[in-house]
């Protein structure tokens, strides 16, 4: 715990940082309204698990919606890992181990740039080791009666994390099946009464996770849809391409330091590094053999089997489940889960490679001659320099990125001047007009920014000055939700058609060719009703569920004279073709503001008006 306050208090700073994307529709989501949280939840980027959901709510609730509270619970866990992670492999290793791991970890530059965003990587990470401990009780004594207990405790705990059903259903596997290594088959003969014993203690902690992940898990599965972890996944790959793809991953677990840490996600300051093109191929091999040593003397404990059965089964469901595109296989960010249980294996295979040098060569070469006490002294300091250069590789591997990590504390990701662009949108906007938000993936940063954030803008001299009239300090009002419009490319401009052609209609009503035109409208009013309800269409396009996108929101974009438009940055282009059609349909750009990788602000207005308003 000493050892990381430094590091945490030094990351303090970097908890003040504005949210950018990946964070940010993480803060609409936990901070909606329970009325409709549950609904809400339904679109959500990726699944948040109730126990961390309820850690960060409550940050908010408690210190603020700043983005430092928010990433509080997170950076503090980092301190809490530290501890589980050093309890855990002294449990099989010596205290220089156990230190050794620590830093491996939680010093590691991908693991801190996680541990200080609003994401759930290190408090999954500190269930997954909680989880393990509760379920390996106490390092002596059977502690029968208070087996039970500690399997449901683990069951909580298990609520913090996603993937936490990938460890606890190996762990009750384990226990039911094999008695962490005594098989119940005796004889052919299955031992009825320990069975249900210990089905009774593994069951409650199964089903209160099962039902977790199937009920309020499975309910924020939106992202499914998506193709952003296709490579990630074993589904639809021909038997060749499969075995080359697990092959790879497994390759790529093998060459991370530590291992498993994510190589996914370019975002990260890894991705900003340039590593020597050897280390993967030195770390590696070092990797597979220390390993397999930690994977052998595990096996010799009761204790260690369970480990073995819940990282083993841990990357066999995961791998299953990458087969349905249910969740992705390989060194990603969602499956920091497992790193602590891959560094526990190959750190207790070069603590038990040591004490086997060493033993070898105070005890078992004592009473040789000199010259051979000699020769065994030289090999033991050859081989004592070749962990020390496996260790001082594996922690540069880890910790290079950690002073890039601090100098890069400023850089932007992208959306996160969200925050300056609700506040500039609040300054434009006059009582009547409409604020259009333009890109689908804007509309959870948006609704954070504009209904919750207590944050202030980052660039305050870059926005359009306060409205006339506004109280000295205050500043001006929020745009409630039912105001604004969200839109996805191609919607503007089904809603332009709708009611220019329900204009046309109005002026032939006697016509058939009348009839034929209103029932037009209809069809394209009932596609925009349609969109607002469900969220998406059979074009793929989507808005948001609760903007009420239907006939009387098109009907309001026509009756007002202003529209403030919102682009997020990255649908710019995308959407180029509804803001052309709006300057088509008669709207003039006038006002502007920029946001870097955010996005822009432009206020419409239609051109008769600001004709006359020019004439006069």
């Known amino acids: ?94 205290s220089v181990a156990a230190a050794f791991a620590v830093c491996w970890l939680c010093l590691n530059a991908t693991f801190l740039d996680l541990a200080t965003q609003l994401k759930p990587y290190t408090v999954e990470t500190v269930a997954t080791v909680a989880v393990v401990l509760l379920w390996l009780g106490p390092v002596r004594g059977d502690d029968t009666r208070g087996r039970g207990v500690r399997r449901m405790a683990a069951g909580v705990v298990a609520l913090c994390s996603v993937p936490a059903v990938f460890v606890i259903l190996p762990l009750a596997a384990v226990d039911v099946l094999g008695g962490g290594g005594r098989s119940l088959l005796r004889r052919g003969q299955l031992r009825r009464s320990q069975l249900g ?79 020597p093109h050897y280390l993967p191929w030195l770390l590696a091999p070092l990797t597979g053999v220390f390993g397999a040593v930690g994977i052998a003397a595990l096996a010799r404990r009761a204790d260690g089997r369970r480990v073995l059965a819940a990282l083993v089964g841990a990357e066999v469901l995961m791998l299953g489940a990458s087969a349905v595109r249910f969740w992705p296989f390989g060194p990603t960010r969602t499956n920091q889960f497992v790193v602590p249980l891959l560094l526990l294996v190959v750190v207790v295979g070069v603590d038990r490679v040591v004490r086997r040098v060493v033993r070898w060569v105070v005890r078992d070469r004592g009473d040789a001659a000199p010259r051979d006490r000699l020769l065994s002294a030289l090999g033991a300091m050859s081989g004592a320099m070749v962990l020390l250069i496996v260790a001082g590789v594996a922690l540069a591997g880890g910790l290079s990125g950690d002073r890039l990590l601090w100098e890069r504390r400023d850089r932007l990701r ?86 220019s052609t329900a204009a046309d209609s109005a002026t032939a009503a006697d016509s058939a060719a009348a009839a034929d035109s209103v029932t037009a409208v209809d069809k394209a009013a009932a596609t925009l009703a349609d969109t607002a309800v469900t969220g998406s269409t059979t074009d793929s396009d989507s808005a948001g569920a609760d903007n009420g996108a239907d006939v009387a929101a098109v009907a309001h974009l026509e009756r007002s004279n202003r529209l403030v438009v919102f682009v997020f940055d990255i649908e710019e282009k995308a959407m180029a073709a509804d803001l052309a059609a709006l300057r088509q349909d008669g709207w003039c750009p006038g006002e502007q503001g920029s946001f870097r990788l955010t996005g822009s602000v432009t206020v419409y207005e239609r051109c008769v008006a600001r004709t006359a308003q020019s004439a006069k």
């Open 1 to 94: 715990m000493l050892l990381l306050t430094g590091p945490v208090v030094l990351l303090a700073s970097y908890l003040r940082r504005p949210f950018w994307y990946d964070e940010i529709w993480r803060g609409h989501f936990v901070s909606e309204p329970l009325s409709s949280v549950w609904s809400e939840l339904a679109v959500a980027n990726t699944p948040s698990a109730l126990g961390w959901f309820g850690l960060v709510r409550l940050s908010g609730e408690v210190f603020g919606w700043h983005t430092w509270a928010l990433r509080l619970p997170g950076l503090l866990a980092l301190a809490v890992l530290g501890v589980a992670v050093a309890v855990l492999v002294r449990r099989f290793a010596g």
């Open 197 to 275: 014993r210990r089905l009774r203690e593994t069951l409650p902690a199964v089903v209160l996770v099962t039902v977790h992940t199937l009920v309020f898990l499975g309910h924020q599965s939106a992202q499914r849809a998506g193709d952003y972890w296709d490579t990630q996944f074993l589904a639809g790959r021909d038997p060749w391409e499969a075995v080359c793809f697990v092959g790879d991953q497994l390759w790529r677990i093998l060459a991370g330091s530590p291992p498993g840490i994510d190589q996914f996600d370019p975002s990260l300051v890894p991705g900003y590094l340039h590593l």
């Open 414 to 499: 992208g959306l996160d001047l969200m925050v300056d662009a609700t506040v500039a949108t609040r300054r434009l906007v006059r009582p009547g007009d409409v604020v259009v938000v333009g890109g689908r993936l804007a509309r959870p940063g948006w609704i954070y920014a504009m209904e919750v954030s207590d944050d202030l803008p980052r660039r305050p001299e870059a926005l359009p000055p306060v409205p006339a009239g506004t109280a000295a300090g205050a500043e001006a009002p929020r745009v409630a939700r039912a105001d604004t419009v969200f839109v996805v490319p191609g919607l503007l401009r089904r809603a332009e058609l709708a009611t």
